[in-house]
């Protein structure tokens, strides 16, 4: 006994020694200046230099950043609902939670349909490299992939260059029961950083080429092979294997189509890498892949409308806050855009519990369908040009969630005097980090506001610090709740009500003189406004 507790008093002692020597040491980093307040000397003349005695705005504030509920809505939607892809249950469910929740806070909410999508219910997924070797391969399957009849065994083939119609058709003959790879490999799956840092002008000079001319060759197949999925569905291929880096290790962007026609999956770097060094060299892989899905037909699609009465002679006019809440499903869609869902849902209580009766009716729109083409806010649009037409300011949120830094009015001359205004009222805890843009520019797409924007409306988007969410979380598998910054999501809810508190009470209506110049498009041209199309209704219309 007294030896046990001898070698177990050693192992305890060594335990520290042990996770010091694991834990990584972090890489020098100059701090991103966007993510540092301005300097107290260079404030702008928007950031307000007096401490706030509006009772609202003190309220707003109290109850945003000491009583915030954003935290926990948002580890809800990511973590219980999950993703939300438009059609599938999970969608469902995210939209049946914000009435549920809307309704327990007393703020009137609906669903309002605008078309249908092609229902998808995701199951699970496992894929072994069986042959050469025996290996658990990390996998994902891609949103609107058809299911396996159970385990599926097969044969590795890579997509080839065709030297002729004959020959590309030959080739499709023999993919009956193989899984075939679509996409170049990576041939390091080394961070971009790590390769900058270490390795020499030459070693990095001949694998950039290396892997730009497989990234050409690659592309320039998948072009020649146009209707790929059709035709493998044809000839009676066991399934497509795709790879979507993402430029940092262990991080893939995972997409899907409707028009997906046989089970389709994604692999990690390292794992893409090694089946495709496999079968480019004959050494014979062989996958073994269970995907289970179901596909639920047509099922009616549509955004949800939260609504706060305005009252008196501006009750018609309204403000909008807008954010989509629908996602891709790799991950668990927590900063595209769960975080601008929250930041609009906590909004709109923290506004409900500020105890105050509005002038212009407050609106907040969730909108479905975004990731497929702006869908939703584009179909609102359409279906109300009355609320468009009486819409004093809309404030949009979809990059990510980092804090709120930027913003701009979206082309409106006159709008941005009125936005300098606001900011001028608001804590100088919220503006200290504004870069405010100015006029700025209409924006040719991207998300929601910009369904507005080409229609004259004075729609305004948040810009928020990017956390490197192009590369780390925007449509990938690592986009879920640990990403989410709570103190940012906190800070920007608590921005957002005061904002559309502001403008509810405005006494004047937001001016919407456009721009008489725009700056010119990559291609030398004038800038033009955007222009306004219909959300598209229905799968039938969808061309990706």
Known sequence: MILFVRRLWLVAAAVPVLLTAQRPVEAPMAPNTMARPIAQDQWPAYVRRTPVIDPVLLRIMNEGMQQSQAADLAQVLTDSIGARLTGSPGFTAAGDWLLKTYAGWGIAARKEIWGTWNGFKRGTLHVDLVAPRTRTLEATMLSWSPATTGPVTGDVVVLPDFASPDAEHAWMMATRGKFVMINAPNITCRSNAQMAEFATE????????????????????????AGLQDSLKLYGAAGVVTFGWSNYPGINKVFGSPRQRVPTFDLSCEDYGLVHRLATK???????????????????????????????????????????????????????????????????????????????????????????????????????????????????????????????????????????????????????????????????????????????????????????????????????????????????????????????????????????????????????????????????????
């Not at 990095?204 to 050409?216: E, G, K, N, P, T």
Request: aromatic share 8%; glycine share 12%; proline share 4%.
């Open 202 to 225: 030459a070693t990095l000079a001949s694998m950039r080429a290396q892997q730009d001319s497989l990234r050409v060759g690659f592309n320039n197949r998948n072009v020649v092979a």
């Open 282 to 544: 004959n050494q014979g892989p062989k996958l073994r892949v269970d995907l289970q899905s179901e596909f639920l037909g047509e099922v009616p699609v549509g955004n949800v409308l939260a609504e706060i009465k305005g009252v008196g002679k501006k009750a018609s006019e309204v403000v909008m806050l807008s954010a989509h809440m629908d996602s891709w499903e790799a991950g668990s869609g927590a900063t595209d855009n769960a975080t601008g869902t929250i930041t609009m849902l906590e909004a709109m209580r923290i506004l409900k519990r500020a105890g105050f009766v509005p002038k212009r009716t407050i609106i907040a729109g969730h909108w479905a369908g975004e990731e497929q083409g702006l869908n939703g806010s584009r179909s609102f649009v359409k279906d109300h040009p009355e609320i468009v037409a009486k819409l004093h300011a809309l404030f949009n949120q979809d990059n990510g969630t980092g804090r709120i830094v930027g913003l701009s009015a979206s082309g409106l001359v006159g709008a941005d005097t009125v936005l300098r205004s606001y900011l001028a009222q608001l804590p100088s805890d919220f503006t200290q980090w504004m870069r405010y843009g100015g006029v700025g520019t209409p924006g040719t797409g991207g998300t929601d506001h910009v369904s507005f924007v080409c229609a004259g409306a004075p729609g305004f988007s948040f810009n928020a610090l990017s956390w490197d969410y192009g590369s780390t979380t925007w449509h990938t598998n690592r986009d879920t709740f640990d990403k989410i910054i709570a103190d940012d999501l906190k800070h920007n809810a608590t921005l957002t009500a005061m904002m559309i508190y502001l403008a509810s009470e405005d006494p004047t209506f937001m001016p919407r003189t456009q721009l008489a110049t725009l700056p010119a498009g990559p291609s030398g041209a004038a800038g033009t406004w955007p222009t306004c199309v219909d959300g598209t209704r229905n799968t039938s219309g969808y061309r990706r």
